[in-house]
């Protein structure tokens, strides 16, 4: 059976790997000053970052409409694609697997829609999962089970710089709120099942920036890492030469990809955030 992936921008997929497994990314939307920007089409992600500070207005998030994510399901059908499995942002975080759900309905039970729990590589890494079982001639049921095996395993965290933009855009979580009112604070949080959920409040940067690694370095071994920031590619580096640097490096994998993470995501983390987005190795 031919399987065909889809998947969403807010999953932060580099484009080489969208390209080599012929993944279908469904850019999401931008809203600035009351102008609609596709994202990663009409503005970069460094573009974005430049102007986020000076902006008069938070800028706002959108999902594409159904008819987009139908358009790549036809497309992926036409090219002989016998089932879709189609794997989005957390939906407690956005309307994306609704609307791909909506769509899905047109196309009697061959496109599979599954919200991921979690956000950029989060959702990448359970994208590139299921890329790889398909790659190595799995069935459908095969595939879906390597994807939710990759979601058990994976984890987000990310050390803010600020909470004025969460403040900004309505979405500062009660979560948050209870490690402290103060604006100043560098709070360490993780992402699980689309909920934040604090791990501890820094009162500089680079307490943050240490507290997140603890964490990381707590894992254990790790099948996939990736180090996350916004417009912060001097803090990343940083990050990862501590990390290299631990006495627990041989629990990191070979391969680690700095990403800027997209703009949707920056909207409301804003500049100089770190993070990471992990996949614990499995049991045997």
């Known amino acids: 059976m031919k399987i065909g992936l889809v998947t969403d921008s807010p999953a932060d997929l580099p484009l080489d790997l969208a390209e080599n497994y012929g993944i279908e990314v469904i850019p999401a939307i931008l809203i600035i000053e009351g102008q609609e920007y596709i994202d990663g089409v009409d503005i970069t ?43 989005h ?15 899905a309905r047109d196309f009697n039970g061959r496109v599979t829609v599954l919200e991921s729990g979690s956000l950029t590589m989060g959702t990448g890494f359970q994208v590139l999962a299921a890329a790889e079982a398909i790659e190595q001639g799995l069935g459908l049921k095969s595939v879906l089970e390597k994807i939710h095996s990759t979601r058990q395993r994976v984890r987000v965290a990310a ?8 403040r ?45 690694l603890e964490f990381l ?5 790790l099948e996939r890492l990736a180090i996350l ?6 803090r990343a580096r940083e990050f990862l030469d501590l990390l290299l640097q631990s006495k627990n490096r041989r629990n990191i994998p070979p391969e680690i990809r700095l990403l800027n993470v997209t703009s949707l ?12 987005a992990a996949v614990k190795k499995e049991l045997i």
């Open 89 to 103: 942002t957390a939906e407690k975080l956005t309307s994306l697997p609704n609307f791909a759900r909506n769509a």
């Open 168 to 212: 900004r855009s309505g979405r500062v979580p009660a979560a948050i709120t209870t490690i402290g009112g103060l604006l100043s604070i560098k709070p360490v949080v993780e992402l699980r099942e689309g909920a934040v959920k604090p791990l501890t409040a820094a009162r500089t940067t680079r307490q943050a920036t240490s507290a997140l």
């Open 217 to 221: 370095l707590n894992l254990g071994p």
């Open 45 to 87: 992600r460094e573009q974005f970052y430049a102007r986020l500070p000076a902006m008069r207005r938070h800028p706002t998030t959108a999902a594409p409409s159904p008819l987009d994510f139908a358009a790549r399901y036809q497309k992926l059908l036409a090219n002989g694609c016998e089932h879709i499995i189609s794997i």
């Open 159 to 166: 050390a803010l710089d600020t909470m004025d933009y969460l």
């Open 265 to 276: 995501i920056g909207a409301h983390l804003g500049p100089n955030g770190l993070g990471f």
């Open 229 to 234: 920031h916004t417009n912060a590619e001097a």
